[in-house]
Structure formats: structure tokens, C-alpha cells
């Protein structure tokens, strides 16, 4: 490593480092404790607008302690801040003074999607794919999802504690009811046309969709996790905008990484 390149290193350590610079430190206190200061402030508003929703849970202060831990833990990887934050969830795992809120991973789980979706641009159909249902084997299939897609089986009313702070609807009343009552959401968040989408789903057609969106054959998908009324599920994901299309074999794009249900660590 050259010198130039160990001085950045250096440089970066020091600005990540969970402690500020002490007096005898290499680089300047000040003029380091100021990049710092910048650091957290841009960590702070860039975790705001990702995670609205879990700071309201926690209140600014809390959350702003917590956007600063986790820039330390987790650093940005790219220059696109607006890829940065997406170990929030599993970061608040690891945080004994969060275990009074059992559901904030998974409501940071379904903010962070939603935030992903919101990035992505719009895939285009491939309305002739279709065909190949009628002359390929369900385990030579697989499902080409728009972009965005992603599900969650959580055991806690997750897409209703988000919809109450971001809509208003449920209320906060009947959220907690549904707290209370240990109610469970399966969520599916996609984007189509767009716009970002969320929806409640069964836990069933959860686990068939995460086993799609992990490159699954259609085949091997309902053989672990089998759905009802699969001509009744193509339909209604064509109409929405979620099924694109079926690739051969080859073909395992898989638009998003998922939480598979059920995975609420």
C-alpha cells in the first residue's frame, strides 16, 4: 500500500472510529472532530428520510444516537448515501436497550424496502413469456417480478404501525389493539407504474413468493410452499403489475434482495 493510500486509511478509521480523536491522536482533533460532526449529521438526515416511521418510534433523539452507532458499526460502502442504512434492521437486534420495541426491526425491514422500491426503476413486461406455460414443466419456470418486490411474514402488525404513522389509517388506537392482541402481518411491498406499493398478503402466499423471489423454479416453489389457487394468483399478479413474465431456466433474476418469512431476526 503506498503512503498516500495508508494516510486515507488512516483517515477514514479515525472518522469511523466510535471514539472521538484524542488530544495526542495523529490528525488534528478539531478539524477531525468537525469532519466527524458532518459525518453524523449527514448519517442523521440521511436515516431520517430512509427510516421516518422507526424515528418516530424511538423519538429524534434516540434515533439520532442510534444513525451515529450504526455510520460507526456499518459505514457507507459507495458514495450514494442513498444506498447506506440497509443494516438498520439487524444493527437493532444486536441493541438490548430496543428489546421494549420487539417489532422495530421488522417495521425498519418494511421502510427499507419500501425505500429500495422507491429507488427503482420501472421493469418492462414481457407479455409473450406467457406462453411458456403451456409448453414448459412448472420446474423449467421462473417468474420474472417487478422491480421493488419483497415480502415479509412477521409476527408483528408491522405494515399497520407503518401505515398509521405514514397514512393515518388504521389509527394508533387500533394498532395497539393489534399489538396487544399479537396479531402477525405478512407484507409484500413492489413497485408498478411508477408508483411504490404495499400490501397486506396470507402467510402462505408469503412463503410461495419469498421461494420465487430466491430464484426458485415455479415448480419447486409450490412443491415447498403450495398456494391454493395458482391460475387465481397469476391473474391477480399479472393485473397488479407484479408478474412480468416467466424465464427459462437460465434465467433466475431476482429483482431485490428478500427477508424470507419468518426471518424476523
Known amino acids: 500500500m503506498s503512503t498516500l493510500a495508508a494516510s486515507q486509511r488512516a483517515l477514514l478509521d479515525a472518522l469511523f472510529q466510535p471514539q472521538p480523536p484524542q488530544a495526542d491522536a495523529c490528525w488534528n482533533p478539531t478539524g477531525l472532530g468537525a469532519y466527524r460532526a458532518n459525518a453524523h449529521a449527514h448519517a442523521e438526515r440521511t436515516l431520517s428520510g430512509t427510516y421516518p416511521v422507526v424515528r418516530a418510534l424511538l423519538g429524534d433523539e434516540a434515533f439520532n444516537a442510534l444513525a451515529r452507532a450504526l455510520w460507526h458499526r456499518h459505514p457507507p460502502l459507495r458514495g450514494d448515501l442513498g444506498e447506506w442504512g440497509e443494516a438498520l434492521a439487524l444493527f437493532i437486534a444486536t441493541e438490548p436497550d430496543l428489546d421494549p420495541l420487539p417489532y422495530l426491526g421488522d417495521v425498519a425491514r418494511v421502510e427499507w424496502a419500501l425505500h ?34 419483497w415480502v415479509l411474514d412477521s409476527a408483528w402488525p408491522v405494515l399497520s404501525i407503518v ?3 405514514l397514512h393515518g389509517d388504521p389509527g394508533f388506537d387500533a394498532v395497539a389493539q393489534r399489538l396487544r392482541d399479537g396479531v402477525r402481518e405478512a407484507v409484500r411491498v413492489w413497485r408498478h407504474a411508477g408508483r411504490v406499493r404495499a400490501c397486506f398478503i396470507d402467510a402462505p402466499t408469503a412463503r410461495f413468493e419469498a421461494r420465487l423471489l430466491a430464484g426458485h423454479s415455479l415448480g419447486r416453489a409450490l412443491g415447498e410452499a403450495p398456494i391454493d389457487d395458482l391460475p387465481a394468483w397469476l391473474t391477480e399478479a399479472v393485473q397488479a403489475g407484479r408478474l412480468l413474465g416467466f424465464g427459462p431456466p437460465h434465467d433466475t433474476h431476482t429483482p431485490t434482495p428478500i427477508t424470507p418469512p419468518g426471518d424476523t431476526a
Open 163 to 165: 401505515d398509521a404513522h
Open 116 to 149: 429500495q422500491a422507491a429507488r427503482s426503476p420501472d421493469a418492462r413486461p414481457d407479455p409473450a413469456s406467457f406462453a411458456r406455460l403451456q409448453d414448459h414443466h412448472p420446474d423449467r419456470l421462473h417468474a420474472r417480478l417487478a422491480t421493488g418486490t
